[in-house]
């Protein structure tokens, strides 16, 4: 093993430098800046290098962690970058925004007493350093494939889908009802957390490789999807999930209560140059105003801090459990509380008070019973516990659903779980129609992005055996991607 590693017990953890919470309030600005090649070797260079590597197995990508580490500590760049996209099609992107104190960062093994290799910003940094020198190139297939695929969605599943089939010499169209490229990366994760011109690079390079993109296109209205069936030798759906759950409390029809995703999506398209009337009239805008956002997943804590950025005066997060149970992020809370966000822990609204304009939440205090059948202690009222929050906007994130898609698909065969999810078969990626794959948050419900790139590559993989079994090509199917 090279001497450079295994610095952890020498050099502490350290991650980029993060910008100050007063500057970054002010603008939509990636937190975090590059990382210095130096410290990014010295970084990598704390690694243990395992033998059971846990960072890797908790990793939903598999990558291979220990070894470009290893090379990005020996300022192998080139090398670590062939490695890290081998198994994830935008490691840039991961490197950002997967809540790595959850997944490869939370299971290395030196955190117990010295706290983690900085596993994420380093996968970013290499990859940043990769397209900056021109390592990355379209896909150049060796063979052009006459089968063509049809992808709905242009999401994190969709692309990955995409860019695997069409490395393999397949023609690839996707489908998406948005004007640009990149599902929520593009319309719903702000810009602090991961800047859209990381987005707009990722299609350039797909698009530049002969994915076509057909934008402005909903399937089940601009065209069927029997008629996309017949277009294509397979389809893959990967259309996420967007609708809004919601609250049943008095005057929650209010104005100005509004669902999370229209507030940060009129905030992301403002922010890419589009006119946003919405936006302008001060709708979807928290500029001056006392923002309330109830929920305590990754959705809220992207709210109020875009509240922040965009001038409210107050922004105050109402979640029902306390913070040690909350599921957005722990680092997104502590990003959140240094931007000036008060976190109103263990509280549910009651009520909206106000007339035609929402003015305030009537809450009640919470506090946590007992468990139910999955062992998480479930809220309950504290009798006699309400208080009032003033409030000119109330922005609600409590999750999300799919939408009815066999209905909106004309396609009552198409397999739904009873939450309305897809069903697959996970071994082989496809529903019980011939031909035709899923995967992403419209099969997992809302989930995360990476788990949207696994899905899409074992996706790859299956319609690649598919097709080639269907031919009679005797040539053996791509492993499933992993
Ligand atoms: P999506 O990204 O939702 O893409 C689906 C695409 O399908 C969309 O472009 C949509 O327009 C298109 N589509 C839908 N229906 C049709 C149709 N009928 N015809 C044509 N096109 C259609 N995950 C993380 O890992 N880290 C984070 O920090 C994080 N933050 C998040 C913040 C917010 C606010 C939200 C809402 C989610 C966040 N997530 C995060 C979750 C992550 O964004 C999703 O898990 C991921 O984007 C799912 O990918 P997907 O490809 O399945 O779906
Ligand atoms: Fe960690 Fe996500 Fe990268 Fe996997 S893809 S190594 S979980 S940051
Ligand atoms: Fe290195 Fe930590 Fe992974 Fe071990 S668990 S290989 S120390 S990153």
């Given at each position: 093993?090279?001497?450079?590693?295994?610095?952890?017990?020498?050099?502490?953890?350290?991650?980029?430098?993060?910008?100050?919470?007063?500057?970054?309030?002010?603008?939509?600005?990636?937190?975090?800046?590059?990382?210095?090649?130096?410290?990014?070797?010295?970084?990598?260079?704390?690694?243990?290098?395992?033998?059971?590597?846990?960072?890797?197995?908790?990793?939903?990508?598999?990558?291979?962690?220990?070894?470009?580490?290893?090379?990005?500590?020996?300022?192998?760049?080139?090398?670590?970058?062939?490695?890290?996209?081998?198994?994830?099609?935008?490691?840039?992107?991961?490197?950002?925004?997967?809540?790595?104190?959850?997944?490869?960062?939370?299971?290395?093994?030196?955190?117990?007493?010295?706290?983690?290799?900085?596993?994420?910003?380093?996968?970013?940094?290499?990859?940043?350093?990769?397209?900056?020198?021109?390592?990355?190139?379209?896909?150049?297939?060796?063979?052009?494939?006459?089968?063509?695929?049809?992808?709905?969605?242009?999401?994190?599943?969709?692309?990955?889908?995409?860019?695997?089939?069409?490395?393999?010499?397949?023609?690839?169209?996707?489908?998406?009802?948005?004007?640009?490229?990149?599902?929520?990366?593009?319309?719903?994760?702000?810009?602090?957390?991961?800047?859209?011109?990381?987005?707009?690079?990722?299609?350039?390079?797909?698009?530049?490789?002969?994915?076509?993109?057909?934008?402005?296109?909903?399937?089940?209205?601009?065209?069927?999807?029997?008629?996309?069936?017949?277009?294509?030798?397979?389809?893959?759906?990967?259309?996420?999930?967007?609708?809004?759950?919601?609250?049943?409390?008095?005057?929650?029809?209010?104005?100005?209560?509004?669902?999370?995703?229209?507030?940060?999506?009129?905030?992301?398209?403002?922010?890419?140059?589009?006119?946003?009337?919405?936006?302008?009239?001060?709708?979807?805008?928290?500029?001056?105003?006392?923002?309330?956002?109830?929920?305590?997943?990754?959705?809220?804590?992207?709210?109020?801090?875009?509240?922040?950025?965009?001038?409210?005066?107050?922004?105050?997060?109402?979640?029902?459990?306390?913070?040690?149970?909350?599921?957005?992020?722990?680092?997104?809370?502590?990003?959140?509380?240094?931007?000036?966000?008060?976190?109103?822990?263990?509280?549910?609204?009651?009520?909206?008070?106000?007339?035609?304009?929402?003015?305030?939440?009537?809450?009640?205090?919470?506090?946590?019973?007992a468990p139910d059948a999955t062992g998480r202690q479930q809220p309950e009222v504290i009798p006699e516990s309400s208080f009032?929050?003033?409030?000119?906007?109330?922005?609600?994130?409590?999750?999300?659903?799919?939408?009815?898609?066999?209905?909106?698909?004309?396609?009552?065969?198409?397999?739904?779980?009873?939450?309305?999810?897809?069903?697959?078969?996970?071994?082989?990626?496809?529903?019980?129609?011939?031909?035709?794959?899923?995967?992403?948050?419209?099969?997992?419900?809302?989930?995360?992005?990476?788990?949207?790139?696994?899905?899409?590559?074992?996706?790859?993989?299956?319609?690649?055996?598919?097709?080639?079994?269907?031919?009679?090509?005797?040539?053996?199917?791509?492993?499933?991607?992993?």
């Amino acid at each position: 093993m090279s001497s450079k590693m295994m610095q952890f017990v020498s050099v502490p953890k350290a991650m980029p430098d993060k910008r100050p919470a007063e500057t970054r309030r002010a603008d939509f600005r990636e937190i975090y800046e590059a990382f210095e090649p130096d410290r990014a070797a010295q970084q990598a260079a704390r690694c243990e290098q395992c033998g059971i590597p846990f960072c890797q197995v908790h990793c939903p990508l598999n990558n291979n962690i220990p070894d470009w580490l290893r090379m990005a500590a020996e300022g192998r760049l080139e090398e670590a970058y062939e490695l890290a996209s081998a198994t994830n099609n935008m490691p840039e992107i991961c490197g950002r925004i997967c809540p790595q104190d959850r997944l490869c960062e939370g299971n290395c093994v030196i955190e117990k007493g010295f706290e983690s290799v900085t596993i994420g910003a380093v996968e970013k940094h290499i990859t940043d350093t990769a397209f900056e020198r021109g390592w990355i190139k379209p896909a150049r297939p060796t063979i052009e494939r006459p089968e063509s695929i049809g992808v709905i969605g242009a999401g994190p599943a969709g692309l990955a889908v995409a860019d695997q089939l069409r490395q393999l010499g397949y023609k690839v169209t996707v489908y998406d009802r948005y004007d640009r490229v990149g599902g929520l990366l593009i319309y719903g994760i702000p810009g602090f957390k991961l800047e859209k011109s990381v987005v707009e690079r990722r299609a350039r390079l797909l698009a530049d490789g002969g994915v076509r993109f057909e934008l402005n296109c909903e399937i089940g209205r601009t065209v069927t999807f029997t008629e996309l069936r017949a277009r294509h030798a397979a389809l893959f759906i990967g259309t996420g999930v967007y609708r809004p759950r919601d609250l049943s409390v008095p005057g929650v029809g209010l104005d100005n209560i509004v669902p999370a995703l229209d507030y940060l999506t009129a905030s992301n398209r403002k922010g890419l140059g589009d006119p946003v009337p919405a936006f302008d009239s001060g709708a979807l805008n928290a500029a001056g105003k006392r923002v309330v956002v109830i929920g305590g997943g990754d959705t809220a804590m992207d709210c109020v801090r875009t509240a922040v950025r965009q001038g409210a005066v107050s922004v105050r997060c109402l979640y029902r459990r306390d913070r040690a149970n909350m599921p957005g992020s722990v680092r997104e809370v502590a990003h959140a509380e240094e931007e000036g966000v008060e976190f109103v822990w263990q509280a549910a609204p009651e009520a909206f008070l106000g007339d035609g304009d929402v003015s305030g939440v009537r809450a009640v205090r919470m506090r946590l019973g007992a468990p139910d059948a999955t062992g998480r202690q479930q809220p309950e009222v504290i009798p006699e516990s309400s208080f009032t929050l003033e409030a000119d906007l109330v922005i609600k994130a409590l999750g999300f659903d799919p939408d009815d898609l066999p209905g909106l698909f004309d396609e009552p065969a198409l397999p739904v779980t009873r939450w309305g999810t897809i069903r697959i078969d996970w071994d082989t990626m496809m529903t019980s129609l011939p031909g035709v794959f899923a995967g992403g948050d419209i099969v997992r419900g809302a989930s995360l992005v990476v788990w949207g790139v696994r899905d899409g590559r074992d996706a790859a993989a299956a319609i690649d055996g598919y097709l080639q079994a269907k031919q009679g090509v005797n040539t053996p199917a791509l492993a499933m991607a992993s």
